[in-house]
């Protein structure tokens, strides 16, 4: 594994613990590397109006945007319960809005990242208004 799919895998799994996923029962944890060459977690929140909740990787995204950071590098996505999880639908369009089609995404089980995907493989023809 490469030092930074290691370092992503280990802050995914880090914001995972922090997971408020009462409802689903499913906790969630992502962390992006930003050019700046910090990383950036976050994991996912839900709240009793199940739909209003939002995902590790929106959270991550948040807190990166909030950091003053807008490119990701790559990033690591982790889910105990599903080994190699990928980034939902929604998600994919949010990190495409900040990184590239050649960007890397780490898949992780709970020991470390089992397989790396490209966005545009996991969100090809992506809507974007940028060339
Ligand atoms: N979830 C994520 O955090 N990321 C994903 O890419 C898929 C789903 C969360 C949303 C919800 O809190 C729980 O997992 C079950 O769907």
Known sequence: MSKNADRLFHAARK??????????????????????????????????????????????????????????????????????ATPCGGCRQRIAEFAKSTTPVHLCNNDGVTETVLLGDLLPKSFSFEE
């Open 15 to 84: 914001a995972m613990e922090f997971s408020h996923s009462p409802y689903s029962m499913f906790p969630v944890g992502a962390a992006i590397l930003a050019k700046n060459g910090e990383v950036y977690a976050g994991c996912n929140i839900e709240n009793a109006s199940y739909p209003e909740g939002w995902c590790a990787e929106t959270s991550a995204i948040a807190h990166m945007i909030g950091s003053g950071q807008n490119q990701i590098v790559e990033m690591a996505v982790i889910a105990a319960k599903m080994p190699g």
